[in-house]
């Protein structure tokens, strides 16, 4: 591989492709890649290694899962940029067959999807090219600058077009030529905003009654709960202008058509469900559906409407379902105890909650490790078999998406790197050894995962074969895309939008203050930036962690741009270096999302500053309820 970019076979990407997979070459080929199946020789952590044949590796993996088949055995993924080939397919086959621990993928999106398939049976989401139609658009916790970025052109022709964009956000990440308003709300209060702003509709007459008749229930209700939240405590809460809320609020009921896109940084708080609810709620109360640049988006990947027992093969056992984002607590409290820990498609050692115990565990001698990956992760480092795995570049897959609407396929461009063997043929080898039976291969494979797509695909015949002939296989949306409310509808059971979600609870909207803590008084937040994919890409995106402080809070204690500073609380600590980000509000610190151990002075990543509570609804992880404190190291 020499170089890669985009190509124009999806208008969406349009020739052009982020600047972090732009060098992914600096992983096909850099220091990190894992060229062979290895077996550790050193202490767990040190990440010393031999060389040993694939035979003899997926060998020794099988024994162990023989030995320890059932409960004690945790597969381990998230993976997800990853296809229909590499996740959830022949992987689940496997570890079904088992009779494995199941494990419940917590660590994104858990709070959102309850709550849209609660308020709207998750309805197909608005298109990107859509979004140009839109006259204002209302970004709530995301960043599609450095996660979205064919989001970008998009949101640049509402402004050229006389649109406004608003932002609802700690952060001014996407900077003041591409934002009209912004709220730069504190960590866990989004609800609070939400419900004033629809409080403040139904005071200014700005509610569409007659659309909440036909079409939902449980709106008085909403409207109940919303007027307990005034602007000036709403303000109060989330530490943003009573002003600032009215005027986000008033622009979003005059603009014609007008558009909500609710990113995933809503729900990493203990109030998540409860917020992405209520900003969805906002298109329903506003009567903002009907109509091209209209309505919500949030995820497509509803659309697809992926069979995940047909995918898998095997029906999915009633075993245990372990929480992902409590792994440490898992390793030494579950039982009966986790014995075989497989690790691909993720990087649990610096990605998940309550770093410090999670390393804790992964050191325990009687616990068997597998990690199968493209790189020498830092989860890596604590395996007993390290499985050398091909990055898409070198393997087939199947991709849908949670961004638009299309499947395509990725072929191989280059022949496997050192040994590298992708995900599907390990997982056969290693079902082949233990007498798991019914795996596929190659355009059987491809086949029989095109059958698991529900959703409604555009054509007749031979899916696979216009698939390659067309590049794309586009859905059969009348007009080409989802228009909520006109051509899509809810899925849920009467097809009708619910505004008071039972599955929330008996109070959906109910706000949960957070516990003051005088000794770590900063809000911590962790966000995309354009460096990597959660962790995915770290080993060369960043050369070492920071904090970024906004400049009252730098004054305040007596710190200065570039110093070597401790992020801490009762947790663990970070040593890193500072810097001053007047864009970020004050009482909060922020550290990236997606750094490794070596990227810190004190081989931590942020996530060890983290508590490992998560939602009592949906279980989802609550990054964002970190509590934390900088001084100088």
Not at 79 to 97: H, I
Not at 363 to 373: I, N, P, T
Not at 613 to 631: H, K, L, M, Q, W
């Amino acid at each position: 591989m020499v170089r890669i970019e985009g190509n124009r076979v999806n208008p969406v990407t349009n020739d052009f492709i982020c600047s972090k997979v732009r060098r992914f070459g600096e992983r096909v080929y850099g220091k990190d890649r894992v060229l062979y199946p290895q077996r550790r020789v050193g202490r767990k952590g040190e990440g010393r290694f031999e060389r040993i044949g694939w035979d003899e590796a997926l060998d020794l993996v099988a024994a162990r899962l023989q030995e320890f088949r059932g409960e004690a055995i945790l597969p381990f993924s998230y993976g997800g940029s990853n296809g229909l080939l590499t996740q959830g397919g022949e992987d689940e086959r496997l570890f079904r067959s088992l009779g494995a621990s199941r494990l419940a993928r917590t660590v994104c999106a858990m709070q959102t999807g309850l709550a849209a398939e609660a308020v709207y049976g998750k309805m197909p989401s608005v298109d990107f090219p859509d979004f140009e139609a839109a006259r204002f658009v209302l970004i709530w916790g995301g960043n599609p600058k450095h996660s979205n970025v064919h989001l970008m052109p998009y949101l640049k022709k509402v402004r050229e077009a006389g649109g406004h964009v608003a932002l609802v956000d700690p952060r001014q990440a996407m900077g003041a030529g591409f934002v009209d308003f912004h709220l730069a709300v504190r960590p866990g209060t989004d609800l609070a905003i939400a419900l004033a702003m629809i409080a403040h509709l139904e005071r200014e007459g700005a509610v569409d009654r007659a659309f909440l008749a036909a079409q939902a229930d449980g709106a008085e209700a909403l409207f109940e709960a919303a007027r307990a939240w005034t602007l000036e405590r709403a303000a109060s809460v989330s530490g943003v202008t009573a002003r600032g809320i009215a005027a986000v609020a008033d622009a979003y009921a005059a603009a014609d058509p007008a558009l909500v896109r609710c990113g995933w940084g809503v729900e990493r708080n203990r109030n998540g469900e409860a917020a992405v609810a209520a900003i969805l709620a906002l298109p329903a109360v506003a009567g903002k559906f009907g109509k091209r640049g209209g309505g919500y988006a949030l995820s497509s990947s509803e659309a697809y409407a992926v069979d995940g027992e047909r995918l898998a093969g095997v029906a999915e056992p009633q075993t245990r379902v372990v929480n992902m984002s409590q792994l440490g607590r898992v390793l030494f409290e579950a039982r009966p105890a986790v014995r075989v820990l497989f690790v691909y498609n993720a990087n649990p050692a610096a990605t998940l909650p309550d770093q410090n115990r999670v390393l804790e565990g992964l050191r325990r001698e009687d616990l068997f490790s597998v990690v199968f990956d493209p790189v020498m992760t830092d989860t890596a480092h604590f395996a007993d078999v390290v499985l050398p795995a091909t990055t898409f570049l070198e393997h087939t897959e199947l991709c849908t998406s949670y961004g638009t609407y299309s499947v395509m396929l990725g072929e191989p461009v280059i022949a496997p790197v050192g040994e590298s063997r992708p995900n599907a043929e390990v997982f056969r080898l290693l079902g082949e050894r233990l007498g798991v039976t019914g795996f596929k291969t190659g355009d059987a494979a491809i086949t029989a995962a095109l059958a698991t797509i529900r959703g409604r695909l555009q054509g007749e015949g031979d899916r696979l074969e216009r698939l390659r002939k067309d590049g794309r296989l586009y859905f059969d949306f009348p007009g080409e895309r989802p228009v909520q409310f006109e051509t899509v509808f809810p899925g849920t059971p009467d097809a009708r939008v619910h505004l008071w979600p039972s599955e929330l609870g008996s109070e959906p909207y109910r706000f949960v203050p957070e516990t003051p803590d005088a000794a770590h008084p900063l809000a911590l937040i962790s966000p995309s930036t354009e460096r990597s994919v959660c962790s995915t890409l770290g080993e060369y995106g960043f050369k070492e962690a920071w904090v970024e402080l906004h400049p009252s809070d730098v004054a305040a204690r007596g710190l200065r741009e570039g110093q070597q500073v401790r992020v801490h609380n009762a947790l663990g600590e970070v040593l890193v270096s500072l810097r001053v980000n007047p864009g970020l509000r004050s009482g909060v610190a922020l550290i990236p999302k997606g750094t490794w151990r070596r990227h810190a002075r004190n081989g931590a990543c942020g996530t060890a500053l983290v508590p490992d509570f998560v939602s009592p609804i949906s279980g989802g992880a609550c990054y964002n309820d970190a509590r934390v404190e900088v001084g100088a190291a």
